[in-house]
Protein backbone atom coordinates (compact mmCIF):
# COMPACT_ATOMS: atom_id res chain seq x y z
CA UNK A 1 0.00 0.00 0.00
CA UNK A 2 1.45 3.53 -1.03
CA UNK A 3 0.74 7.02 0.50
CA UNK A 4 0.54 8.46 -4.06
CA UNK A 5 -3.01 9.48 -2.93
CA UNK A 6 -4.70 8.09 -5.78
CA UNK A 7 -8.53 7.46 -5.84
CA UNK A 8 -8.47 3.56 -4.77
CA UNK A 9 -6.71 4.82 -0.95
CA UNK A 10 -7.63 2.20 1.61
CA UNK A 11 -9.39 3.36 4.87
CA UNK A 12 -6.06 3.16 6.56
CA UNK A 13 -4.53 5.21 4.67
CA UNK A 14 -6.19 8.74 4.63
CA UNK A 15 -5.06 9.92 8.25
CA UNK A 16 -1.81 10.62 5.74
CA UNK A 17 -4.18 12.33 3.07
CA UNK A 18 -4.14 16.18 4.69
CA UNK A 19 -6.38 17.77 1.90
CA UNK A 20 -7.94 14.50 0.18
CA UNK A 21 -9.37 12.02 2.33
CA UNK A 22 -12.74 11.08 3.09
CA UNK A 23 -13.77 9.48 6.30
CA UNK A 24 -16.73 9.78 8.95
CA UNK A 25 -17.58 8.77 11.95
CA UNK A 26 -17.75 10.56 15.42
CA UNK A 27 -15.66 12.70 17.34
CA UNK A 28 -15.57 13.53 20.55
CA UNK A 29 -14.57 17.31 21.52
CA UNK A 30 -11.93 17.72 23.61
CA UNK A 31 19.92 29.73 12.40
CA UNK A 32 19.76 28.13 9.66
CA UNK A 33 21.81 25.14 9.40
CA UNK A 34 20.65 21.48 8.89
CA UNK A 35 22.12 18.61 10.37
CA UNK A 36 22.01 14.98 10.47
CA UNK A 37 19.92 13.83 13.28
CA UNK A 38 22.83 12.64 16.10
CA UNK A 39 20.43 11.46 19.27
CA UNK A 40 17.23 9.64 19.93
CA UNK A 41 14.89 9.65 22.85
CA UNK A 42 11.54 9.03 24.26
CA UNK A 43 9.24 11.28 25.61
CA UNK A 44 6.15 9.77 28.18
CA UNK A 45 3.53 11.72 27.18
CA UNK A 46 1.13 13.06 29.96
CA UNK A 47 -2.72 11.64 29.90
CA UNK A 48 -4.78 13.90 27.81
CA UNK A 49 -6.75 17.40 28.60
CA UNK A 50 -10.48 17.60 27.48
CA UNK A 51 -10.42 21.67 29.00
CA UNK A 52 -9.20 23.72 25.90
CA UNK A 53 -12.35 24.97 23.96
CA UNK A 54 -11.83 26.81 20.74
CA UNK A 55 -14.16 29.03 18.98
CA UNK A 56 -14.32 27.60 15.37
CA UNK A 57 -15.16 29.57 11.82
CA UNK A 58 -15.84 27.34 8.64
CA UNK A 59 -13.84 27.87 5.79
CA UNK A 60 -15.37 27.24 2.37
CA UNK A 61 -14.43 28.16 -1.28
CA UNK A 62 -17.23 29.71 -2.62
CA UNK A 63 -19.67 27.74 -4.49
CA UNK A 64 -17.11 24.37 -4.31
CA UNK A 65 -17.46 22.01 -2.06
CA UNK A 66 -14.92 19.47 -0.33
CA UNK A 67 -12.56 22.43 1.28
CA UNK A 68 -10.00 21.61 3.31
CA UNK A 69 -7.46 23.76 5.18
CA UNK A 70 -3.74 22.43 5.07
CA UNK A 71 -1.84 25.42 6.43
CA UNK A 72 -2.08 28.65 8.32
CA UNK A 73 0.95 31.67 8.19
CA UNK A 74 1.34 33.74 11.27
CA UNK A 75 -0.68 36.53 8.96
CA UNK A 76 -4.15 34.51 9.20
CA UNK A 77 -3.70 33.63 5.50
CA UNK A 78 -4.78 29.98 4.82
CA UNK A 79 -3.69 27.79 1.85
CA UNK A 80 -5.76 24.50 1.01
CA UNK A 81 -7.76 22.65 -1.70
CA UNK A 82 -11.56 21.97 -2.69
CA UNK A 83 -13.05 19.31 -4.91
CA UNK A 84 -11.11 16.75 -3.84
CA UNK A 85 -8.07 17.84 -4.82
CA UNK A 86 -9.18 19.41 -7.85
CA UNK A 87 -7.05 23.01 -6.85
CA UNK A 88 -5.04 24.69 -4.29
CA UNK A 89 -6.75 27.81 -3.05
CA UNK A 90 -4.89 30.72 -1.16
CA UNK A 91 -7.13 32.67 1.39
CA UNK A 92 -6.11 35.84 3.08
CA UNK A 93 -9.33 36.56 5.47
CA UNK A 94 -11.49 37.90 2.40
CA UNK A 95 -10.32 36.83 -1.51
CA UNK A 96 -10.05 33.09 -2.30
CA UNK A 97 -7.77 32.59 -5.24
CA UNK A 98 -7.24 29.27 -6.97
CA UNK A 99 -4.23 27.84 -8.89
CA UNK A 100 -2.03 24.59 -9.57
CA UNK A 101 0.78 23.88 -11.77
CA UNK A 102 0.60 24.05 -14.99
CA UNK A 103 -0.42 20.86 -16.42
CA UNK A 104 -1.27 19.56 -12.83
CA UNK A 105 -4.04 17.43 -11.98
CA UNK A 106 -5.10 16.28 -8.73
CA UNK A 107 -3.16 18.18 -6.16
CA UNK A 108 -2.39 18.12 -2.07
CA UNK A 109 -0.52 18.90 0.72
CA UNK A 110 -0.01 22.60 0.48
CA UNK A 111 1.74 24.63 3.22
CA UNK A 112 2.50 28.00 3.12
CA UNK A 113 5.03 30.24 5.15
CA UNK A 114 4.93 34.25 5.98
CA UNK A 115 7.31 35.63 2.74
CA UNK A 116 4.76 34.25 0.17
CA UNK A 117 5.79 31.23 -0.95
CA UNK A 118 3.83 28.33 -1.05
CA UNK A 119 4.90 24.35 -1.04
CA UNK A 120 2.60 21.22 -2.20
CA UNK A 121 2.57 18.06 -4.37
CA UNK A 122 1.14 17.27 -7.62
CA UNK A 123 0.29 14.77 -10.35
CA UNK A 124 1.64 15.89 -13.44
CA UNK A 125 0.87 15.11 -16.90
CA UNK A 126 2.42 11.89 -16.75
CA UNK A 127 0.40 10.93 -13.52
CA UNK A 128 3.54 11.11 -11.37
CA UNK A 129 3.56 12.61 -8.11
CA UNK A 130 5.96 15.73 -7.83
CA UNK A 131 6.86 18.62 -5.36
CA UNK A 132 6.82 22.58 -6.32
CA UNK A 133 7.78 25.51 -4.78
CA UNK A 134 5.38 28.43 -5.63
CA UNK A 135 6.75 32.48 -5.14
CA UNK A 136 4.65 34.43 -7.06
CA UNK A 137 3.28 33.37 -10.13
CA UNK A 138 6.90 30.94 -10.85
CA UNK A 139 6.67 27.46 -9.86
CA UNK A 140 9.62 25.13 -9.11
CA UNK A 141 9.23 21.77 -9.31
CA UNK A 142 10.76 19.28 -6.85
CA UNK A 143 12.07 15.72 -7.15
CA UNK A 144 13.96 13.95 -4.60
CA UNK A 145 17.41 13.19 -6.31
CA UNK A 146 17.47 9.23 -7.49
CA UNK A 147 20.63 7.28 -6.54
CA UNK A 148 20.49 3.97 -8.61
CA UNK A 149 20.20 1.49 -7.73
CA UNK A 150 19.71 2.48 -4.01
CA UNK A 151 16.79 4.56 -5.09
CA UNK A 152 14.59 5.05 -7.47
CA UNK A 153 11.77 7.71 -6.66
CA UNK A 154 8.27 7.12 -7.91
CA UNK A 155 7.07 10.22 -5.65
CA UNK A 156 8.00 13.65 -4.00
CA UNK A 157 5.97 15.57 -1.98
CA UNK A 158 7.06 18.62 0.04
CA UNK A 159 4.62 19.41 3.19
CA UNK A 160 5.77 22.92 4.52
CA UNK A 161 8.35 25.54 4.40
CA UNK A 162 9.79 27.77 7.04
CA UNK A 163 10.30 31.60 6.15
CA UNK A 164 14.29 31.15 6.03
CA UNK A 165 13.38 28.48 3.08
CA UNK A 166 13.93 25.14 4.42
CA UNK A 167 11.15 22.58 3.25
CA UNK A 168 10.81 19.25 4.63
CA UNK A 169 8.97 16.36 2.50
CA UNK A 170 9.52 12.60 2.18
CA UNK A 171 9.44 10.71 -1.33
CA UNK A 172 8.66 7.03 -2.14
CA UNK A 173 10.81 4.42 -4.12
CA UNK A 174 9.52 3.17 -7.38
CA UNK A 175 7.18 0.67 -5.90
CA UNK A 176 5.80 2.88 -3.06
CA UNK A 177 7.24 0.22 -0.72
CA UNK A 178 9.28 2.45 1.54
CA UNK A 179 8.47 6.15 2.44
CA UNK A 180 11.71 8.66 3.78
CA UNK A 181 11.61 11.78 5.31
CA UNK A 182 13.97 15.01 4.16
CA UNK A 183 14.87 18.57 4.57
CA UNK A 184 15.46 20.70 1.72
CA UNK A 185 17.04 23.77 1.94
CA UNK A 186 15.43 25.94 -1.14
CA UNK A 187 18.64 28.15 -1.44
CA UNK A 188 21.22 25.80 -2.12
CA UNK A 189 19.00 22.50 -3.36
CA UNK A 190 20.43 20.55 -0.82
CA UNK A 191 18.52 17.69 0.54
CA UNK A 192 19.43 16.22 4.37
CA UNK A 193 17.53 12.98 4.97
CA UNK A 194 15.55 12.64 8.44
CA UNK A 195 16.28 9.27 10.19
CA UNK A 196 14.29 7.20 12.71
CA UNK A 197 16.11 4.80 13.93
CA UNK A 198 13.09 3.05 14.74
CA UNK A 199 11.15 3.47 11.86
CA UNK A 200 11.02 0.33 9.05
CA UNK A 201 9.22 1.46 5.83
CA UNK A 202 7.11 4.65 6.63
CA UNK A 203 8.79 7.57 7.70
CA UNK A 204 6.97 11.01 6.63
CA UNK A 205 8.06 14.86 7.43
CA UNK A 206 4.94 16.84 7.53
CA UNK A 207 5.41 20.31 9.03
CA UNK A 208 8.63 22.71 10.40
CA UNK A 209 9.21 25.74 12.10
CA UNK A 210 11.35 28.96 12.15
CA UNK A 211 13.32 26.54 14.58
CA UNK A 212 14.13 24.00 12.51
CA UNK A 213 12.14 21.64 14.42
CA UNK A 214 10.06 19.21 12.27
CA UNK A 215 6.94 17.09 13.01
CA UNK A 216 5.72 13.81 11.11
CA UNK A 217 4.89 9.97 11.55
CA UNK A 218 6.64 6.50 10.93
CA UNK A 219 5.74 3.17 11.55
CA UNK A 220 8.02 0.58 13.32
CA UNK A 221 7.69 -2.63 14.85
CA UNK A 222 5.04 -1.84 17.35
CA UNK A 223 2.94 0.48 15.77
CA UNK A 224 2.53 3.98 13.76
CA UNK A 225 3.58 7.47 15.87
CA UNK A 226 3.93 10.89 15.29
CA UNK A 227 7.41 12.11 16.49
CA UNK A 228 8.73 15.79 17.07
CA UNK A 229 12.69 16.49 16.29
CA UNK A 230 14.64 19.70 17.69
CA UNK A 231 18.13 19.67 17.67
CA UNK A 232 18.62 15.96 16.88
CA UNK A 233 16.60 15.04 19.65
CA UNK A 234 12.62 12.79 18.92
CA UNK A 235 10.17 12.65 20.93
CA UNK A 236 7.95 10.09 20.29
CA UNK A 237 3.91 11.15 20.28
CA UNK A 238 1.34 8.38 20.88
CA UNK A 239 -2.19 9.88 21.95
CA UNK A 240 -2.45 8.05 25.03
CA UNK A 241 -5.04 5.28 24.53
CA UNK A 242 -4.69 5.75 20.40
CA UNK A 243 -4.43 3.22 17.61
CA UNK A 244 -2.54 5.56 15.40
CA UNK A 245 -1.02 9.08 15.89
CA UNK A 246 0.40 11.14 13.58
CA UNK A 247 1.77 15.10 14.07
CA UNK A 248 1.40 17.09 11.00
CA UNK A 249 2.07 21.24 12.70
CA UNK A 250 4.38 22.67 14.93
CA UNK A 251 4.50 26.87 16.45
CA UNK A 252 8.02 28.21 16.92
CA UNK A 253 6.44 27.72 20.91
CA UNK A 254 6.75 24.26 20.19
CA UNK A 255 3.06 23.12 20.28
CA UNK A 256 2.33 20.54 17.81
CA UNK A 257 -1.18 19.90 16.79
CA UNK A 258 -2.02 16.66 14.72
CA UNK A 259 -4.54 13.15 14.44
CA UNK A 260 -5.24 9.84 15.70
CA UNK A 261 -7.29 7.41 15.70
CA UNK A 262 -9.10 4.72 17.88
CA UNK A 263 -10.17 1.52 17.45
CA UNK A 264 -12.44 0.82 19.76
CA UNK A 265 -14.99 3.94 17.95
CA UNK A 266 -13.84 2.17 14.29
CA UNK A 267 -10.64 3.86 13.68
CA UNK A 268 -12.55 7.17 14.20
CA UNK A 269 -10.08 10.26 13.48
CA UNK A 270 -9.78 13.03 15.92
CA UNK A 271 -7.36 15.94 16.25
CA UNK A 272 -5.28 16.77 19.14
CA UNK A 273 -2.87 19.96 20.35
CA UNK A 274 0.22 18.70 22.15
CA UNK A 275 1.73 21.34 24.47
CA UNK A 276 4.70 20.26 26.85
CA UNK A 277 3.80 16.49 27.05
CA UNK A 278 -0.26 17.67 27.42
CA UNK A 279 -2.53 16.04 24.36
CA UNK A 280 -5.64 17.93 24.49
CA UNK A 281 -8.62 16.55 22.09
CA UNK A 282 -9.53 18.78 19.04
CA UNK A 283 -13.71 18.41 17.51
CA UNK A 284 -14.92 21.13 15.60
CA UNK A 285 -18.87 21.81 16.39
CA UNK A 286 -21.54 19.06 14.78
CA UNK A 287 -18.48 17.35 13.21
CA UNK A 288 -18.57 13.40 12.81
CA UNK A 289 -14.88 13.79 12.13
CA UNK A 290 -12.20 16.31 12.23
CA UNK A 291 -8.48 16.73 10.51
CA UNK A 292 -6.41 19.38 12.96
CA UNK A 293 -3.41 20.25 10.02
CA UNK A 294 -1.49 23.43 11.73
CA UNK A 295 -0.84 25.52 13.95
CA UNK A 296 0.53 29.07 14.00
CA UNK A 297 2.17 31.85 16.53
CA UNK A 298 -0.76 32.98 17.90
CA UNK A 299 -2.27 29.43 18.74
CA UNK A 300 -5.10 29.53 15.56
CA UNK A 301 -5.26 26.17 14.39
CA UNK A 302 -6.55 25.37 11.22
CA UNK A 303 -7.78 21.75 9.04
CA UNK A 304 -11.07 20.55 8.12
CA UNK A 305 -13.88 18.20 9.05
CA UNK A 306 -16.63 16.22 7.93
CA UNK A 307 -20.20 17.15 9.10
CA UNK A 308 -22.85 14.95 9.28
CA UNK A 309 -23.95 14.79 5.92
CA UNK A 310 -20.57 13.63 5.35
CA UNK A 311 -19.37 16.86 3.82
CA UNK A 312 -15.81 18.16 4.12
CA UNK A 313 -14.91 21.72 5.18
CA UNK A 314 -12.45 24.28 6.47
CA UNK A 315 -12.38 25.83 9.59
CA UNK A 316 -9.72 28.08 11.76
CA UNK A 317 -10.11 28.03 15.02
CA UNK A 318 -9.03 30.51 18.22
CA UNK A 319 -8.62 29.41 21.80
CA UNK A 320 -10.90 30.72 24.31
CA UNK A 321 -9.65 32.96 26.07
CA UNK A 322 -9.03 31.68 29.83
CA UNK A 323 -10.77 34.12 32.90
CA UNK A 324 -8.39 36.81 35.05
CA UNK A 325 -8.50 36.55 38.48
CA UNK A 326 -11.12 39.73 39.31
CA UNK A 327 -13.88 38.89 41.25
CA UNK A 328 -15.99 40.55 38.22
CA UNK A 329 -14.59 38.60 35.27
CA UNK A 330 -14.58 35.33 37.17
CA UNK A 331 -18.40 36.31 37.25
CA UNK A 332 -18.72 36.93 33.78
CA UNK A 333 -16.58 34.00 33.05
CA UNK A 334 -19.63 31.80 34.47
CA UNK A 335 -21.84 33.03 32.28
CA UNK A 336 -20.04 32.41 29.27
CA UNK A 337 -18.80 29.01 30.93
CA UNK A 338 -22.19 27.65 31.25
CA UNK A 339 -23.15 28.58 27.74
CA UNK A 340 -20.18 26.87 25.77
CA UNK A 341 -20.45 24.08 28.16
CA UNK A 342 -24.32 23.82 27.15
CA UNK A 343 -23.53 24.18 23.51
CA UNK A 344 -20.70 21.76 23.74
CA UNK A 345 -23.16 19.08 24.75
CA UNK A 346 -25.25 19.91 21.98
CA UNK A 347 -22.05 19.65 19.42
CA UNK A 348 -19.81 17.62 20.47
CA UNK A 349 -1.28 9.65 2.63
CA UNK A 350 -0.25 3.67 3.46
CA UNK A 351 -0.11 2.65 6.84
CA UNK A 352 -1.39 -0.91 7.42
CA UNK A 353 -1.75 -3.49 4.31
Not at 101 to 112: D, K, L, M, S, W
Not at 126 to 146: C, E, H, L, M, S
Not at 203 to 218: F, P
Not at 286 to 301: H, M, R, Y
Request: glycine share 10%; proline share 4%; net charge neutral.
Amino acid sequence: MSIHFKKDLHLSDLVFDRSKSKICSVVRNQSLKVIAIVAFSFSVSLPANAGILYNFKTIDFPGETETAVSSINNSGQMVGTFNDGESVFLFDGKKFTAFKPAGAGEVYIPGTNDVGQIVGSFFDAQDIPRGYIKKGDTYKIINYPATPPAVTVGETGISDINNSGVAVGYYFDEDFKISRAFYLDTNTNTFTPITIPEATDRTYAWGNNELNQVVGSYRSDKGFYGYFLDQGKITKLEFPGSSLTAAYGVNDAGTIVGNFFREETGRSLYGFVWNNGIFTEIKAPKATQTFVSSINDSGEIAGYYFDTAGTKHGFVATKVPEPTTTIGSLLAFGVLGTSLVVRRKRNYSKLLK
